[in-house]
Nanobody, 122 residues
Framework: QVQVMESGGGLVQAGGSLRLSCTAS????????MGWFRQAPGKEREGVSC????????YYADSVKGRFTISRDSAKNTLYLQMNSLKPEDTAMYYC???????????????WGQGTQVTVSS
């Protein structure tokens, strides 16, 4: 049974930093592309960043380029999202997902976590 679990969310002031983590079990981690998505109340889920299998190419939404960094540790089956210079508009539920292709498109991904809340105060 595949399980994906996010952690690391919280409340932070604008300009601050957070690091999200995502652990995946029940699958061969290196066989999957991994992605971070977010969804704010009343808005559609949007792609934030993704990384190809085996830690290859990375992709970012324009809104987070230069501020967020995605990485993966295959030895720990863990995905990370380092978020710096946070803005109030980054406030959302953040989800981790595993799928066959590294795309910033939710429907590509097969397995999803329950999400972790990130709130950025102004």
């Amino acid at each position: 049974q595949v399980q994906v679990m996010e952690s690391g969310g919280g409340l932070v002031q604008a300009g601050g930093s957070l690091r999200l983590s995502c652990t995946a079990s029940g699958l061969t981690f290196d066989d999957y592309a991994m992605g971070w998505f977010r969804q704010a109340p009343g808005k559609e889920r949007e792609g934030v960043s993704c990384i190809r299998w085996m830690g290859g190419s990375t992709y970012y939404a324009d809104s987070v380029k230069g501020r967020f960094t995605i990485s993966r540790d295959s030895a720990k089956n863990t995905l990370y999202l380092q978020m710096n210079s946070l803005k109030p508009e980054d406030t959302a539920m953040y989800y981790c997902a595993a799928g066959p292709f590294a795309r910033l498109i939710p429907r590509v991904y097969n397995y999803w976590g329950q999400g972790t809340q990130v709130t950025v105060s102004s």
